[in-house]
């Protein structure tokens, strides 16, 4: 006889990528910070409110999908410098546990996977809001995450020195996910 993986009290979400975004900054020229984001998001969440513990996180992103605004940046981000979209066409992210923090936010830990190396990171994530009905009938929650990496851990090492001192690109990049998932 076997047992399910997934509690009773579980729901399963698809992340809806017509209203999700994972979006970065990262410090430029030690001034200020460049934002982007990725567009093309797609994942499933199970949901277990009975168990938070229960609770699993899959997600990608298409890496050609980033968009910082500058189509010579990007087009410099997608290359091999950077994320090498030719090679690594999909950021992904797989939790490994979750759990619910004292200040009642979910701590959602699992593994990274940014140019074909993969880092654990923790991700903070603010929700699920309740749940709501569009107009089409689905029931839809969202949610926030955010963590932050440094990118040379993921073989992003691209930079150069300023004349000032210091280097164009910082280290830390700092990434929120801004989701709407779907009942199932």
Do not use: C
């Not at 797609?42 to 500058?70: F, H, K």
């Not at 999909?90 to 959602?108: D, I, K, N, P």
Request: aromatic share 6%; charged share 20%; hydrophobic share 40%.
């Amino acid at each position: 006889m076997s047992t399910s993986t997934v509690a009773p009290t579980a729901t399963t979400w698809k992340i809806d990528p017509a209203h999700s975004a994972a979006e970065f900054k990262v410090r430029h020229m030690m001034i200020s910070n460049v934002k982007g984001q990725f567009s093309a998001v797609s994942g499933v969440v199970t949901l277990d409110q009975g168990d938070i513990t229960n609770s699993r996180v899959q997600a990608a992103i298409e890496a050609a999908s980033i968009n910082t605004y500058e189509a010579q940046r990007d087009a410099h981000l997608k290359s091999a410098d950077f994320l090498d979209v030719a090679n690594f066409p999909v950021l992904t992210f797989e939790s490994t546990q979750v759990t619910r923090t004292a200040g009642g936010e979910l701590s959602v830990k699992g593994n990274l996977a940014i140019r074909g190396v993969t880092r654990p990171v923790v991700f903070t994530v603010d929700g699920p809001t309740a749940p709501a009905k569009d107009p089409w009938g689905n029931t839809r929650v969202g949610l926030a995450a955010t963590t932050k990496i440094n990118r040379r851990d993921f073989g992003l090492h691209w930079n150069t020195a300023l004349e000032t001192g210091g280097f164009l690109v910082g280290d830390e990049v700092t990434i929120t996910l801004e989701v709407q998932l779907i009942k199932s």
